[in-house]
């Protein structure tokens, strides 16, 4: 079993900065993607940013630009960070770690971290 703690989030005024950070520990073998998810009321679930193991990045439309996510792959952690946020910035982000363990794929998830953007 694979968990994942995260940390940063909050409250900021629209064209601030926020910070995540979320760790995994526990069977963290074969790890490959691991990534943000966001889910406003009202809305669906979202990809925001996912980072391979070998550095490759994919980006939300919504996001580029503005959102950054990095990987230490010798720390297990993962990061985002976001710039020129928006009200619309505004969910919980949850961090996701794909795990693979042929023929099946695991998904984990963090407890999710509240980001308020305010206007």
């Known amino acids: 079993q694979v968990h994942l703690v995260e940390s940063g989030g909050g409250l900021v005024q629209a064209g601030g900065s926020l910070s995540l950070s979320c760790a995994a520990s526990?069977?963290?073998?074969?790890?490959?993607?691991m990534g943000w998810y966001r889910q406003a009321p009202g809305k669906e679930h979202e990809l925001v940013a996912a980072?391979?193991?070998?550095?490759?990045?994919n980006y939300a439309d919504s996001v580029k630009g503005r959102f950054t996510i990095s990987r230490d792959n010798a720390k297990n952690t993962v990061y985002l960070q976001m710039n020129s946020l928006k009200p619309e910035d505004t969910a919980v982000y949850y961090c996701?770690?794909?795990?693979?363990?042929?023929?099946?794929?695991?998904?984990?998830w963090g407890q999710g971290t509240q980001v308020t953007v305010s206007s």
């Open positions: 980072i391979t193991s070998g550095g490759s990045t």
């Open positions: 996701n770690a794909e795990q693979e363990d042929p023929p099946m794929t695991h998904d984990w």
């Open positions: 526990g069977s963290i073998f074969s790890i490959n993607a």
